[in-house]
């Protein structure tokens, strides 16, 4: 079993920043790749970055040049530093972690960008 904790939302202005953090634990050492999702009001669940245990990094095309994915294996936390913030990137933010066949989720974390 996996636990994931997110922290890290928020309000911010359109053009503002905010970093959210996903911390694991239980069975960490069966982690392999960590994501970030989000869900908007009315939507479905959507990937917005991924990053393998080796450190490859994928983004959504919406986000590409203002959110970058990192993570911390030695902390088992993983980031998602957002820069630019937009009105349509509010939404409930999910941590994810792939272990062995099994998908974690955590319990989301709220972003609402004002404009």
């Known amino acids: 079993q996996v636990q994931l904790v997110e922290s890290g939302g928020g309000l911010v202005q359109a053009g503002g920043s905010l970093r959210l953090s996903c911390t694991a634990s239980g069975s960490i050492f069966s982690i392999s790749d960590m994501a970030w999702y989000r869900q908007a009001p009315g939507k479905q669940r959507e990937l917005v970055a991924g990053i393998t245990s080796g450190g490859s990094t994928n983004y959504a095309d919406s986000v590409k040049g203002r959110f970058t994915i990192s993570r911390d294996n030695a902390k088992n936390t993983v980031y998602l530093q957002m820069n630019s913030l937009k009105a349509e990137d509010t939404a409930v933010y999910y941590c994810?972690?792939?272990?062995?066949?099994?998908?974690?989720w955590g319990q989301g974390t709220q972003v609402t960008v004002s404009s």
């Open positions: 994810n972690a792939v272990a062995y066949v099994f998908n974690y």
